[in-house]
């Protein structure tokens, strides 16, 4: 099974930085990966697909890149409604999905 | 606008089954998988298998000896039962909708929609 990593495990950041998480992994996933963002209590919510694909909605301050085992999601310039936990996920290999552990972006 | 609402007693004991419903308001059941994702306090998610509208279905291996996820397209409902439950199975469980369309054009499986979760509680 594919592992996925994220790092770092938890970010401090202030209104208006640019935020970056990386996610690597295990093996080859071409673009396979998406991006989810969790506010407490809440479900996630996806942001990006396809590795880059903005979801219908979703801020354009929010952009994703890479291929293969290394993946970004960059938050251009955070907002207050931005600080939240971020999940990647392997979109492609079966016998499972599978999730990283998860970035919380927390405020500075 | 689609909404996905989980439904299902949020205690059970020990050895027993979990049993949720995940109804499907405002669209059709039809044409899209349905997915179970569950999230244990304060830690990650984890697919616990998807089903299409059709029944055909597809578990993760850590789990798939005590899941079965089933589909009722006339009420526009899919239903998990997770057997032989023990603590480790108390988490958040989300259903989700995961888009063929998607599927077919860029060969991913993404979550595109969601429901609020519910907490399911193993406990004697």
């Known amino acids: 099974d594919i592992q996925m990593t994220q790092s770092p495990s938890s970010v401090s950041a202030s209104v208006g930085d640019r935020v970056t998480i990386t996610c690597r992994a295990s093996q080859g996933i071409s673009s396979w990966l998406a991006w989810y963002q969790q506010k407490p209590g809440k479900a996630p919510k996806l942001l990006i697909y396809?590795?880059?694909s903005l979801q219908s909605g979703v801020p354009s301050r929010f952009s994703g890149s890479g291929s293969g085992t290394d993946f970004t999601l960059t938050i251009s310039s955070l907002q207050p409604e931005d600080f939240a936990t971020y999940y990647c996920q392997q979109a492609n290999s079966f016998p499972q999905l599978t999730f990283g552990g998860g970035t919380k972006v927390e405020i500075k | 606008q689609v909404q996905l609402q989980e439904s299902g007693p949020g205690l059970v004991k020990p050895s027993e089954t979990l049993s949720l419903t995940c109804t499907v308001s405002?669209?059709?059941?039809?044409?899209?998988?349905w997915s179970w994702i569950r999230q244990p306090p304060g830690k990650g998610l984890e697919w616990i298998g998807y089903?299409?509208?059709?029944?055909?279905?597809n578990y993760n291996p850590s789990l798939k000896s005590r899941v079965t996820i089933s589909v009722d397209t006339s009420k526009n409902q899919f239903s998990l039962k997770l057997s032989s439950v023990t603590a480790a199975d108390t988490a958040v469980y989300y259903c989700?909708?995961?888009?063929?369309?998607?599927?077919?054009?860029?060969?991913?499986?993404?979550?595109?929609?969601w429901g609020r979760g519910t907490l399911v509680t193993v406990s004697s």
């Open positions: 089903i299409y509208y059709s029944g055909s279905t």
């Open positions: 396809a590795a880059s």
């Open positions: 405002g669209g059709s059941i039809s044409s899209y998988y």
């Open positions: 989700a909708r995961l888009d063929a369309g998607v599927v077919a054009a860029t060969g991913g499986w993404y979550f595109d929609l």
